[in-house]
């Protein structure tokens, strides 16, 4: 059996290398392309993860069960040319997120069914988390660490059960590590309206979670799948939000990275990291956070290259409106449609809102992007730059790409152009990681 790479982030953490990975939690086409060509280049490898409500056994809000999301991305790996021994694929918030509504016992069949079908197609990066309540839980009631970890441990014993039928047809399949633990916002982002000061975990918080699941393991005879566990989801005290993002603090976080010195085998996972300089990144992995996740940053850049390529088109068919893809207006029609995905997030008067739509740093136009109009509009877009950008317009705006295409380093078509800004993204966090000296 082969020894899961991530682990190898614990023995370098431990021995006081300040290196660790990131985490693209994308199924955005674009955004995923920068990252390969990105990771392709450095020549690292490259952890990308689907979220639950992305990626299910009903196919998620992209229409993609866990196997349909293997062979997605290992399409794209081919075309990107990099392989896919260099790809690890993860599951993030797998348990009862999108079945809370249901009671107990249906909403952790489901979640049962989630783990089995990650694991199967070959996730090796498994976050279990049982953090929500579901409709037979009292509302008024805070959810137990207990409670919690006992429901984590079943599903710990669900992906334990179907990696062994997964080893007997395959043979060197890779034992799948867990993290544990769920100290941010709901996936996709906080909902609050108001602005509140981001709390540090408390280290006492995060020893009795530590101390609960590691029981409730032990208690279902699941010690060899403990000794997976590599990480837990603690708050750093960051969050992305519409202006930016919260700053890690390394001061107001010092009680709690230290405290992850006395768990020889656990580095802490830092959830929505993104907007981070790489300098606060790369504290964050010094400070003993081993896996920096990624998700709104990366299809945020993905949009940026795409509106920078709307807005030259613009000037490049001002006098023949009718060939422009009329892409931003487009993507903004498909989100007034259907606000589900934006009207619970983005608050303020309608013309702030409609601001947001566009450019809050949230991304919640991402959600709208594998939409048909959408998808129809940004190939006609693509198509329009078939033969390239004009210099002047590329100088405009995408000044950065522009020296790259005059300098040779980088092709001028559409797709390139957008993977370039997408990669340099990724690149400000294999900065913070170190991760291109991680072998695989």
Known sequence: MKENPLKKIIALQKSGQAVGIYSACTANELALRGCMAQAAAAQSILLIEATANQVDQYGGYTGMKPKDFVAFVKKLAAEEHISMDQIILGGDHLGPLTFAHYDEEKAMEESKELIRQYVAAGFTKIHIDTSMKVASDDPDTRLSDETIAKRGALLAETAEETYRRLQTAQPDAIHPVYIVGSEVPIPGGSQSAAAQEMQVTEVSDFQKTVAAFQHAFEARGLQDAWNQVIGVVVQ???????????????????SLMASIDAYPNLVFEGHSTDYQTKIKLREMVEDGVGILKVGPGLTYAAREGIFALAYAEKEMLKNEPE???????????????DPKYYQKHYHGSEAEIAMKRMFSFSDRSRY???????????????????NGVPLGLLSQFMPMAYTKVREGSLSNDPVSLIKDRVAYTAGEYMYATRQETIQF
């Open 236 to 254: 750093p005290g960051v969050e992305e939000k519409d202006a930016g993002c919260t700053e890690y603090d390394r001061a107001k976080a010092s």
């Open 323 to 337: 060939k422009q893809s009329h892409f931003m207006e487009v993507l903004d029609a498909a989100m007034i449609a």
């Open 368 to 386: 709208y992007m594998p939409q048909p109009e959408v998808q129809k509009s940004l190939a006609v877009l693509m198509d329009n730059f078939k």
